[in-house]
């Protein structure tokens, strides 16, 4: 089992930055490929970033390369997402996920994550 906490979002100009934090619990997480989506109001949640158990690979949707930066600290059990160059069309609510065992190539499908946090809200004004 993965417990999953997310926590960093808030409101921001546009241009500015926000740095979410995703606080896991159970031994799972440091096998875990680790993954954002967000979900913007009467849109469907989709994929932001994901990050290989070692950190070593990432993967990033096309709308935030270059601007979002997905980490995480085993040592921690805690992922992160830097968002930098805001736009207001980031505002969404932000989840963090957990798929224990899965390969990256798989990370944008929301289906093979077993484990979601409650999510954040991040408001970017114009």
């Known amino acids: 089992q993965v417990q999953l906490v997310e926590s960093g979002g808030g409101l921001v100009q546009a241009g500015g930055s926000l740095r979410l934090s995703c606080a896991a619990s159970?031994?799972?997480?440091?096998?875990?490929?680790m993954g954002w989506f967000r979900q913007a109001p009467g849109k469907e949640r989709e994929f932001v970033a994901a990050?290989?158990?070692?950190?070593?690979?990432?993967s990033y949707a096309e709308f935030v390369k270059g601007r979002f930066t997905i980490s995480r600290d085993n040592a921690k059990n805690t992922g992160y997402l830097q968002m930098n160059s805001l736009k207001p069309e980031d505002t969404a609510v932000y989840y963090c996920?957990?798929?224990?065992?899965?390969?990256?190539?798989?990370?944008?499908?929301?289906?093979?994550?077993?484990?979601w946090g409650q999510g954040t809200q991040v408001t970017v004004s114009s």
């Open positions: 159970g031994r799972s997480f440091s096998t875990s490929v």
């Open positions: 990050l290989s158990w070692s950190g070593g690979s990432t």
């Open positions: 996920a957990a798929a224990p065992y899965r390969r990256l190539n798989t990370a944008q499908d929301m289906g093979q994550y077993d484990y």
